[in-house]
């Protein structure tokens, strides 16, 4: 039996007006929906009518994407940056996310040291505190500092604030082939976010064509060229202890020219492929968001 | 001292900001008079009124406490409600405008300086849910309120307190999971400390304590338990903690002067502590046995 739950879709993997994307999400059978913030800001109404749109919706929100060079900057570029995480935080809250994603700079400007970073990641993850958001910070392999799960890991680490964890993105661990063994190392409760796509291509050789593949040629998994290191990956994380959400983050150029219902559709069958094909989780774990949801369906 | 770059060898000091209690407490609601009446029965009179806001200061010994009523259009988050909700907590610090910078860089929510409730020069940040946290370093010789209250003709304005009363601490509901945030945010931003769970004050031991570096208030964290796991998240401070060398003995004092006090098989009153009965749409205090009040 697989546990649908598990999984969402990221709004930003289907094309049309929020209202429809989301209508799709949910008729092809999602209970959570990664938002994305040009999604709000961007909507043609107001903020205040997109935000009435997903607390409308009857979808979670898994979360909300994505705060981007962020950390590692000094003086006005660093006060510049906390007042663009305080609009998302507040947007978050907003839209009743409790999960920003924020992913490691790639910005030359930005400082190296570890210690900086992890410093200026804890001040965000303090900044979300009250409003019980958390943070998932994703390693980029096109970042300068931080290009893996692994490197992240060593920041949340030194960061060390219980609101601070990791996103981890299939795309990057199939991409540049990391070790499973690699996941050992990581605390399943420090994973806030695992995010699951494929890509066609058999392999990507370098940091500019991982970075092309992974904004517009991902596919949905099942549909790829490693269903099986997709799986594998999964299972461990299922072995580990993760029990957090799964989002399809499927950023693929051609699927925002098909409508939406179609994208959801597929959506809905990789959803079906790794319930039944690799996962087996059956019940509702101790999770709080899917507990509460559960609740919600029982009308409690 | 060593650089900044330095700073995660250097063990932070015990008391980081230089903490020495609570300054005020501060309700809000459209019903100070309701409320009034209520911190009366518990030993608090009123002293002062600010001079251009709808804002009242009771004050019993050493514990002042504030009731915010001033219309909404404050521009401030908490407006006030029928029933009091405990809006804001200040904290008496070394150094207020360092504990505020302090603050801020370690990503604190600055409130705007001229949305203060009590338009009075000290610097804020948000603290739980709505609620409100003051850093205040004027209370020795003369004290915020000398500034901006004029104070109610006749009155004493230093009332003894009734057996010792003093605040103990203050109860705050969190959400699901909560615990731990909430402990960082304390400890990080104030230098709270946890108390072992072996070591519990009165009859409600539910949740973490921690306690301040001045080692003069606690706060507890309450996160929700059966059902209500499965609410919407409401985190809030709950209600105000009072300490007193014997218990019984001021509960019945302050059941004479109109106090209730909850008497179920759980909950009731014993030498360690008591719990008032909700009143005013959920408002509480609770008597805490402590070894020595000041």
Known sequence: MMNFNDFGIDSASMAGSLENRLNAARQAGFSHVMISATDIVGHPSSTASAVQTIRDSGLRVTGLEALRDFEGLSGKMHDYKIDVAKSMLSLCSQIGGRLLLTEASSSAHADTDPEKIARDLRKLAFLALPMGIRIAFKGLSWSRTVKNFADAAEIISLANCPNLGLAIDAFDVIAAEVPLGDLDLIFPQQIFLVQLSDFMLQEVHTTEEQETTATHFRVFPGEGAHSEALAKFIVKLEEIGYFGDYSFDVYNSDYLQIPAEVIAERARRAAEWLGETVLRRTLPVPNMERLRLTARDRGC | ?294
């Open chain 2, 1 to 294: 001292m060593r650089n900044e770059t330095d700073r995660e060898s250097v063990p932070e000091p015990p008391n980081p900001i230089g903490m020495d209690g609570i300054e005020f407490i501060e309700f809000t609601t459209s019903r100070p008079q309701a409320l009034g009446d209520i911190l009366e029965k518990m030993g608090f009179r009123l002293i002062a009124r600010h001079r251009s806001r709808e804002v009242l200061l009771y004050r019993q010994g050493g514990m002042n406490i504030v009731i915010n009523s001033h219309p909404a259009d404050i521009p401030r988050t908490a407006s006030p409600l029928e029933h009091p909700v405990i809006s804001a907590l200040a904290i008496r610090v070394r150094d207020a405008g360092a504990a505020y910078q302090r603050a801020l860089d370690l990503g604190a929510w600055e409130i705007p300086v001229r949305a203060q409730a009590l338009e009075l020069n000290i610097p804020g940040i948000h603290g739980v849910g709505e609620s409100l946290i003051y850093f205040v370093d004027r209370y020795d010789e003369f004290s915020i309120f000398d500034i901006d209250f004029r104070a109610i003709p006749g009155v004493d304005l230093h009332p003894p307190a009734i057996n010792n009363l003093n605040f103990f601490g203050i109860v705050q509901y969190v959400g699901v999971d909560r615990t731990e945030d909430w402990a960082e945010f304390y400890s990080q931003l104030f230098g709270f400390s946890r108390i072992p769970d072996s070591v519990r004050f009165g009859i409600m031991p539910k949740g973490e304590l921690l306690q301040s570096p001045c080692r003069k208030f606690f706060l507890q964290l309450i996160e929700p338990d059966g059902a209500a796991q499965y609410a919407p998240m409401e985190e809030h401070l709950q209600r105000i903690g009072l300490g007193t060398p014997d218990v019984i003995s001021t509960a019945a004092e302050l059941e004479k002067r109109g106090i209730e006090f909850l008497a179920t098989d759980k909950v009731h009153t014993n030498e360690r502590g008591a719990l008032t009965k909700a009143v005013l749409g959920g408002l509480m205090f609770e008597l805490v046995q402590t070894p020595s009040a000041s």
